[in-house]
């Protein structure tokens, strides 16, 4: 990409929900960066996208988003199985990309799809958001300062109810890395690892198809992951329920930290430090996660520093979701092993 290029033009790849109610918006909010075009695989589709959200151009093939001279990065949040061969092109193309978590299918195809931005000079990134909410980054500073002191266990809350118009391909896809585990312990493996400062060893877990998932997908999960530093964490995650309300707990010798309702999308929710002094409410400045991860990656792409969660951060946590349902489908303790970029 020219550097020199006055203005960022963005191609979103996917008429997708998440593109069109945060990222579109997390686009705009940086300076000198505008979203050019969108691709769907459907013509109308995108340009019923393009009209809703003013975006110039909408095409139907990724060969032409990717031509398109004013698409310098792009924005893939299509459905899991195409996110592989999405990157790939756009890395040929030589196009900066932030993609959706998760990243593929398997973690042999995530490498790939690294690799392949690392040989073309492209910067990579994943779209986990929580690691950008104010919430876990002050939970994470105030472990890294000692706060509780010699952290032993983390509980992860998310289990969640999946809304009425997104209750399609993850629900009964499976060919389309459908199911709770891809979709949000993806996300809980991605904040544990941020806010531990650790990498995952080893899990166990349960899964489970309530009322909602077909075709073999689960839809509520509880596992049990082992940190490099011996933490333990347990993660709950679902679809199907309503009212359980989310968070994060991080239990340590001297205190414990509770952070409420911050498994979401949304720049809210509380954190309260518990020691022998008492309790009290840590002081949050809430903004939106989305439009700093892309802040990180703008960066990024001008060489100054990394993304908010790296390219090979998503490799690690896609590794431990499928760790987890291989977990789940076998009954057995599974290994995460190590992974590198050489
Ligand atoms: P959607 O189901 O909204 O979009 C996925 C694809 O489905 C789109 O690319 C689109 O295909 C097609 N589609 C969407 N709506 C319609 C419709 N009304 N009719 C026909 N086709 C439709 O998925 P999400 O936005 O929820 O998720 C997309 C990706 O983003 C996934 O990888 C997911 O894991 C990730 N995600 C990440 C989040 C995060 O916080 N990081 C949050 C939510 C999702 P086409 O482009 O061909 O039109």
């Avoid at 199911?179 to 993806?186: A, E, F, N, S």
């Avoid at 991605?190 to 198809?209: A, H, I, K």
């Avoid at 082992?226 to 709950?236: D, I, K, P, S, T």
Wanted: hydrophobic share 45%.
């Amino acid at each position: 990409m020219n550097q020199q290029v006055a203005t960022t033009g963005w191609g979103l790849m996917g008429a997708s929900t998440i593109a069109r109610q945060y990222m579109v918006d997390a686009i705009r909010a940086q300076s000198g960066h505008t979203v050019q075009a969108v691709m769907s695989s459907q013509q109308a589709r995108a340009e019923q996208f393009a009209h809703d959200l003013g975006i110039p151009r909408a095409y139907s093939s990724l060969d032409a988003l990717l031509a398109d001279p004013d698409v310098h990065a792009v924005y893939i949040s299509t459905t899991n199985e195409l996110h592989r061969d999405q990157v790939l092109a756009a890395a040929a193309a030589g196009k900066h990309v932030l993609c959706e978590k998760p990243l593929a299918l398997s973690t042999e195809d995530a490498l790939i799809m690294v690799r392949a931005c690392q040989q073309a000079g492209v910067v990579m990134a994943t779209n986990h958001h929580l690691r950008n909410a104010a919430t876990h980054r002050k939970m994470r500073e105030l472990i890294r300062q000692g706060a509780i002191g010699q952290l032993l266990f983390a509980r992860v809350f998310h289990a969640v109810y999946l809304p009425p118009h997104l209750q399609g391909w993850r629900l009964d896809k499976p060919q389309a890395g459908g199911g709770v585990i891809l979709d949000i312990t993806v996300h809980d493996i991605d904040t544990l690892r941020f806010t531990l400062d650790s990498e995952l060893v080893e899990v166990v877990g349960m899964s489970q198809s309530a009322a909602m998932a077909k075709q073999g997908l689960e839809d509520g999960a509880m596992a049990v992951l082992r940190f490099a530093n011996g933490v333990l964490a347990q993660v709950h995650d679902a679809f199907t329920v309503k009212h359980a309300g989310t968070g994060v707990e991080y239990h340590g010798e001297a205190g414990s930290l509770i952070g409420r309702n911050v498994m979401t999308q949304q720049p809210v929710g509380e954190v309260i430090l518990r020691n022998a002094e008492g309790e009290q409410v840590i002081a949050i400045d809430h903004q939106s996660l989305y439009a700093r991860g892309v802040a990180a990656f703008c960066e990024a792409m001008l060489g100054r520093g990394a993304p908010a969660a790296t390219a090979l951060d998503g490799v690690k946590s896609l590794a431990g979701a499928l760790a987890v349902l291989d977990a789940c489908k076998t009954g057995s303790r599974q290994s995460v092993l190590p992974l590198t970029i050489e």
